[in-house]
């Protein structure tokens, strides 16, 4: 069965960057489209950011400009580049197929951002 990796995440400064990585155990991404999506405490899980096997990609409103998701289908990864970040950016983030599958929920990669 696939399972999905999240790294990358740690503390950093508002203003600073992360990049996240999605490491699959299996080929995946030539044919699904894979998100990013992230929850902080007390609040609904949020869809940030979409690949599709076009490449096309799409963007919550929240992250749009800052956030760049990419896709390396040779390594089976996907990325989320994060920039200008906030202090509302503080989550745990995830990636999954979009839609969502229950199976391929992992756990995730804390991403803080605090002075």
């Known amino acids: 069965q696939v399972q999905l990796v999240e790294s990358g995440g740690g503390l950093v400064q508002p203003g600073g960057s992360l990049r996240l990585s999605c490491a699959a155990s299996?080929?995946?991404?030539?044919?699904?489209?894979i998100g990013w999506y992230r929850q902080a405490p007390g609040k609904q899980r949020e869809l940030v950011a979409t690949?599709?096997?076009?490449?096309?990609?799409v963007y919550a409103d929240s992250v749009k400009g800052r956030f760049t998701i990419s896709r390396d289908n040779a390594k089976n990864t996907v990325y989320l580049q994060m920039n200008s970040l906030k202090p509302e950016d503080t989550a745990l983030y995830y990636c999954?197929?979009?839609?969502?599958?229950?199976?391929?929920w992992g756990q995730g990669t804390q991403v803080t951002v605090s002075s």
């Open positions: 299996g080929s995946i991404f030539s044919i699904n489209a």
């Open positions: 999954n197929p979009v839609p969502p599958r229950r199976a391929y």
């Open positions: 690949i599709t096997s076009r490449g096309s990609t």
